[in-house]
């Protein structure tokens, strides 16, 4: 793998750290736009997905990202 896709892997792990859910939605939608930028679509729907999920369990509206 190159190197952006070791970094999307230590970033997308690194995710999984984080307990704010606004915060969390964020970095997924970031990695996921740059993902899709390098042209890994597949993967980067998979973390839209995943960031529009957690953002739903935001329960305060001015956290929303």
């Known amino acids: 793998a190159d190197q952006a896709t070791r970094l999307a892997d230590q970033a997308e792990t690194a995710d999984r750290t984080i307990t704010d859910p606004a915060d969390r939605a ?25 960031a529009e999920r957690v953002a739903r369990t935001i329960t305060d509206p001015t956290a929303k990202p």
């Open 26 to 50: 964020w970095v997924l939608s970031a990695l996921a736009g740059t993902l899709a930028r390098r042209g890994q679509s597949d993967r980067a729907t998979r973390l839209a997905h995943e």
